[in-house]
């Protein structure tokens, strides 16, 4: 991408999740004068109540060989990790139909590929935060992946060997050594692995240290501002909210999956569906000592102090926000028989987000097309926390000139991008509040 003029000296963001706060966060750094707009409070959607997770060296996009048909296989239960409801839209269909065929080893290797570049030096972009007060308390000592069997740990084991993941010494733990490695687990944890050096951390207290950090660099962060329309014409970027209109030399639509509505008054639509996420917390004597991954059950147990958070299941639905009972007892079924002495019967902090998901798993990180001063930060599925910084630092080099070319026709928007004819008639669409 080359700016078009002179460098920006000024950018406006729309979306204060945490994939706009540290685009908000490595812009600033680089000179420009910078402001935030979020239409809720700042790291609500899909920012605040996800597993917390970093791991870089599991980076994979989820189209992988075999998913469909065990997805397919589960899809009647009604604990199943997977959900798709009947009613759902025309643009879902097609969606799912084309993550259906990168589902393949040559588009996952790529995809794998491309998103460890982006992820390459993610632990050192997470120290310089902490060295700045940006603090999520975070777990450094490795995940737990436990299975019900041992046949089932070791093939995750061998594909995570593939993968390059760092396997602690021991390999495949079964009975005393796995009970010894976390206590907090039941009998019914069977076999697992220890994944080294990986991190997990408090999702809303790293938003919340995050924000302040950047009110002190001069940050402008204006929460309760929905957005009504983004324009880029005259060599000037304008997003008009419900607080009023900015003006900037350039936009970075961080949004979440709202960001498709967003687009849409540009003229182009992006291959964009929400895979929503549920999360609660539970008390649980003792919570376990890191990370686990249940991995039959699909379901992240994230110690947060005395409780643990319980995160897990995908959901595609028409309503990005809509909060569904069913789901979160999906979740509690999965989880019961592998935690020991949780309080099921006292679920706290029941939450709901929608991951921006993309086909092919990789997020969209660019300009839009036709539109230079205009640039998406979108589509990290479920890896937003994780790959944020990174998309925050690939950002702020698209609008200094500072890229890394390969890096950035990776994640270019172009290839999930199709243009509405009415921009070529002149036609302009109906503009909806939605960011």
Excluded at 189 to 196: D, I, K, L, N, P
Excluded at 323 to 344: G, N, S
């Amino acid at each position: 991408m080359t700016f078009p003029g002179t460098p920006p000296s000024s950018v406006t963001i729309v979306g204060g999740g945490v994939v706009g706060l540290l685009c908000a966060h490595h812009l600033s750094a680089a000179g420009l004068r910078v402001t935030v707009l979020e239409r809720d409070r700042l790291g609500s959607g899909a920012s605040r109540g996800n597993a917390g997770e970093v791991c870089p060296d599991l980076v994979e996009p989820l189209a992988a060989p075999g998913v469909i048909g065990s997805a397919l296989r589960g899809l009647h239960r009604p604990d199943s990790a997977l959900a798709v409801h009947p009613s759902t839209s025309a643009e879902l269909v097609r969606f799912l139909i084309r993550f259906g065929l990168r589902a393949t080893a040559r588009h996952h290797d790529r995809g794998a590929s491309a998103l460890g570049a982006l992820a390459k030096g993610t632990f050192g972009l997470f120290e310089e935060l902490e060295a700045l007060g940006v603090d999520g308390e975070a777990h450094k000592d490795g995940f737990l992946f436990a299975f019900p069997s041992r046949e089932y740990a070791a093939k995750a084991l061998t594909a995570f060997r593939r993968l390059g993941a760092p396997i602690a010494a021991g390999g495949l733990l079964t009975g005393a050594a796995l009970a010894d490695t976390e206590p907090a687990l039941t009998e019914g944890a069977r076999a697992g692995f220890v994944v080294e050096d990986q991190w997990s951390l408090d999702p809303g207290l790293f938003v919340d240290r995050l924000a302040e950090r950047l009110r002190r660099q001069g940050v402008e962060l204006v929460e309760g501002a929905r957005v009504s329309a983004v324009t880029d014409r005259g060599g000037r970027a304008e997003v008009r909210t419900s607080a009023g209109t900015y003006r900037s030399d350039a936009v970075v639509v961080a949004a979440g999956i709202w960001s498709r509505e967003l687009v849409r008054g540009l003229g182009v639509d992006i291959d964009l569906v929400a895979g929503k996420g549920y999360s609660f917390s539970v008390a649980a004597e003792p919570p376990p000592s890191r990370l686990v991954h249940l991995g039959a059950a699909k379901v992240v147990l994230t110690p947060l102090g005395k409780r643990v958070r319980v995160a897990g299941t995908m959901e595609f639905e028409r309503d990005p926000d809509r909060f569904r009972r069913r789901r979160v007892e999906a979740i509690v079924a999965a989880a019961r028989p592998y935690l020991r002495h949780a309080d099921w019967d006292d679920l706290q902090e029941e939450w709901v987000g929608p991951r921006p998901m993309t086909p092919d798993g990789l997020p969209l990180i660019g300009p839009v097309p036709g539109h230079p001063r205009v640039l998406l930060a979108t589509g990290h599925n479920m890896l937003g926390l994780m790959l944020a910084p990174a998309t925050g630092r690939l950002v702020a080099g698209l609008l200094t000139g500072d890229a890394n070319p390969a890096l950035s026709s990776a994640f270019d928007p172009v290839r999930h991008v199709r243009r509405y004819p009415w921009r070529v008639h002149g036609i302009q669409p109906v503009k909806r509040r939605v960011q």
